[in-house]
T-cell receptor, first 114, second 116 residues
Framework: DAGVTQSPTHLIKTRGQQVTLRCSPK?????VSWYQQALGQGPQFIFQ???????QRGNFPDRFSGHQFPNYSSELNVNALLLGDSALYLC?????????????FGPGTRLLVL | AQTVTQSQPEMSVQEAETVTLSCTYD???????LFWYKQPPSRQMILVIR??????QNATENRFSVNFQKAAKSFSLKISDSQLGDTAMYFC?????????????FGQGTTLQVKP
């Protein structure tokens, strides 16, 4: 049973650049959530995708956008990168229209902005 | 707004002993779910245990059990017979059950070191 996978593992960008992170959900899951985790902190919710639409968003600026594909995989895009965007980006998948289903996390993408 | 507080930034325990990690939360909701996640140094976040607020019985999963005190808004995690592989950062998390939200709210985490 394939778990949640994310790519790339690590990424280094410079300020002002744009980045795309990718996530494949756990087999059978159709909902993808994205979180940002600063070093030594708990994850912060960015947004959640279900049926290819963003159905909930956290307190993140419009520079953060996403997409979900028909196969349920997802991308997180961040434009105009800032130093403060350096963090571990976690993808989590869950099943179905019930918002409270358990979320299972991927290994994350470590983004460093210089 | 809901908040989750973990007041112990770091803890240590000897192998084979028992340790309890604390978590308190603040909410006006009556229906919600609570979770403990473990994040080892390799960083993949793993679900440890899940508790539904409407259930009075405390959840257990092998060596892991919770003490859920709804009135006190407390949700502690007990790890029995600690093993070296339990070394990790542990996060308490909350999600509302009565509204359309898939947003997990996390505490700041507790770093647990299991010593041989």
């Amino acid at each position: 049973d394939a778990g949640v996978t994310q790519s790339p593992t690590h990424l280094i960008k410079t300020r002002g650049q744009q980045v795309t992170l990718r996530c494949s959900p756990k087999s059978g899951h159709d909902t993808v959530s994205w979180y940002q985790q600063a070093l030594g902190q708990g994850p912060q919710f960015i947004f959640q995708y279900y049926e290819e639409e963003e159905r909930q968003r956290g307190n993140f600026p419009d520079r953060f956008s996403g997409h979900q594909f028909p196969n349920y995989s997802s991308e997180l895009n961040v434009n105009a990168l800032l130093l403060g965007d350096s963090a571990l980006y976690l993808c989590a998948s869950s099943l179905g229209r019930n918002y409270q289903e358990t979320q299972y996390f991927g290994p994350g993408t470590r983004l460093l902005v210089l | 707004a809901q908040t989750v507080t973990q007041s112990q930034p770091e803890m240590s325990v000897q192998e084979a002993e028992t340790v309890t990690l604390s978590c308190t939360y603040d909410t006006s909701e009556s229906n919600y779910y609570l979770f403990w996640y473990k994040q080892p140094p390799s960083r993949q976040m793993i679900l440890v245990i899940r508790q539904e607020a409407y259930k009075q019985q405390n959840a257990t999963e092998n060596r892991f059990s919770v003490n859920f005190q709804k009135a006190a808004k407390s949700f502690s995690l007990k790890i029995s017979d600690s093993q070296l592989g339990d070394t990790a950062m542990y996060f308490c998390a909350f999600i509302k059950g009565s509204s359309n939200t898939g947003k997990l709210i996390f505490g700041q985490g507790t770093t647990l070191q299991v010593k041989p």
